[in-house]
């Protein structure tokens, strides 16, 4: 059976530095985000805890094509597809 996954993007709390992501088990990443678990990383040096954009997959390979299309968009198109559901960027960890 295929593990299912989610593509996430984080920022700061000036909506400045964005971060886009791909894990299996959204909740916990967002927490090792959130916590700076690892330390020298680059959420935890720009302060990037804050989640606003996150779509799940059922598979972790759809997962990971999402988050390359993301990653090889623009900052506008990444800026658009956070504002087409979070218009406010408000953080949706505690909807996960």
Known sequence: ?????????????????????????????????KEKK??????????????????GFHTIEEGIAEEKRIKGGSRKSKIELIQSTNPNWNDLYNQL
């Open 1 to 33: 059976m295929e593990k299912g996954s989610a593509v996430y993007t984080l920022t700061n709390k000036y909506n400045k530095v964005l971060y886009t992501g791909v894990k299996s088990d959204l909740k916990n990443r967002i927490l090792e985000h």
């Open 38 to 55: 690892y330390k020298n990383s680059f959420t935890a040096k720009y302060n990037i805890e804050k989640l606003v954009y996150y779509k």
